[in-house]
């Protein structure tokens, strides 16, 4: 949470210094139009700390990008590129406007000045500007400033949600995020969203950056709560998730949270098969050791932390030893022990793992004892 104290403009300049790489930045900058936009510019007005930033240029961006030693990659859609200075991550693009030939669809873009770029954006608290060559003094066409100040999400025109129905998810993290409210005609316009305009992907890909919030159950809570999407017991699913990576290290060490938390609520006949696989998982009480690490072997990690998130606690003894436990016997030891190549070998071998996992045996010599006496029964 941000305080009022905090969303001070005046403080910019030194909240500017403190970016590690933003003087090498700031060099490579003069004398061109080159911007700090969007998101690092809300975070630095809530004394919020960033690593990624985004920066604008009006003209050609391949000079700044050169400057810097970065990678220029020519977009087909627009010209970007990708720069590591210090620590800071930079994304430049040259600015644009945007027209969408039809609701939901990818916009067609062409280069513009810096206030057709801010006019574009989703929200006014990511549609502000702070000057990289010259005094940094914030440009806030939109408010974005007030709204800061007021909590607030707003779109910038009435028809943002039907040019790209995404800023609805996008709406649902910011809000979680930075616990702020919509404000009213925003939420007015966001309850008529119309997802289904947009490709499967997209929507994932949005449902993926939720993924990634420190608390993606909160956005997703909103997301249903909204009635932009159908999510069942996906909300619920993420904040089980949250709580088990937050104290289990061994499901951190095994699985990827984000990972989770996106099939989790991801559309799609693929994820919809995991999530019953996972279902199906919760269901059962595995009596033996043998009997979980069989149950689990194979499954994605992800389907395996969707289980114990829905309640299969006994997928924690399989993540944390069963699934390290190996044999120290081979199918060569069994053949040199006279068992025929063939099935007796598989036989012999999965019987002394089962012996492993329940703890019946400890050592090479009772695991190929075992292995044995299963190869040779008819």
Known sequence: MHTQAAIDPAALPQRLEGLEGIEQLREAARG???????GAVRDLL?????????????????????????????????STAK??????????????????????????????????????????????ALPLDGEPELIDPHGGLED???????????????????RALRAARYVARLGFELELQTEAALRRTDLATVSQDRVTAELARVAAEQRPSAAMQLVADWGLLELGAGPKVARALERLFAERSEWREFADRETAVLLAVAPGEH?????????????????????????????PAPVLALA?????DWLDDYV?????????????????????????IGRGLDAALNARLNGEVSTRAEELEVALSAARES
Do not use: C, Q
Not at 308 to 312: F, Q
């Open 308 to 312: 114990r998130a829905a309640g299969a």
């Open 32 to 38: 061109l139009s080159v911007f700090l936009v969007g």
């Open 271 to 299: 994820p919809a098969r995991l999530r019953a696989t996972a279902v199906k998982l919760a269901r059962v009480e595995p009596a033996s050791a043998a009997r979980r690490w069989h149950l689990a072997d194979g499954h």
């Open 320 to 344: 944390s030893r069963l699934r390290h436990v190996r044999l120290e016997i081979w199918g060569y030891d069994l053949l040199e022990a006279g068992i025929p190549e063939g099935p007796r």
């Open 148 to 166: 800061l100040r007021s909590s607030l999400v707003r779109i910038l025109h009435p028809g943002s949600f039907v040019d790209d129905p995404t």
């Open 46 to 78: 809530l004394g919020k700390r960033r690593t990624d930033i985004d920066v604008a240029v009006e003209g050609e961006i391949a000079p700044l990008a050169e400057a810097l030693g970065g990678e220029l990659i020519e977009h087909e859609r627009f």
């Open 83 to 128: 720069v590591s200075v210090g620590e800071l991550e930079l994304d430049l693009a040259r600015t644009r406007r945007e027209r969408y030939p039809a609701p939901g669809v990818l916009p067609e873009v062409e280069p513009a000045t810096l206030a057709e770029d801010l006019a574009r954006r989703d929200f006014a608290i990511n549609a502000m």
